[in-house]
């Protein structure tokens, strides 16, 4: 994925520029734990990346992805 939403501070802080963000943080709150006083789009995981489909969908037919297929940032 291309340009800054790969960042996440870069796309929490375009949503927090946004009047509908702050409506759904204060309605979707409740439904969130461990946040810890802060709001939902500051308390998500940041999980490491397991599967590239890009590499995937470059297989040749009929060739199953390895967990040994390096991603873009490892080679």
Do not use: K
Request: charged residues 25%; aromatic residues 6%; negative net charge.
């Amino acid at each position: 994925m291309p340009g800054p939403a790969r960042d996440p501070d870069v796309a929490v802080a375009g949503m927090d520029s946004t009047e509908v963000n702050s409506r759904w943080q204060a309605e979707m709150a409740e439904f969130f734990e461990g946040l810890a006083g802060r709001t939902p789009d500051h308390g998500f995981l940041v999980l490491a990346e397991i599967f590239h489909l890009s590499e995937e969908r470059a297989l040749p037919p009929g060739q199953p992805a390895t967990a040994a297929t390096p991603t873009p940032e490892e080679t």
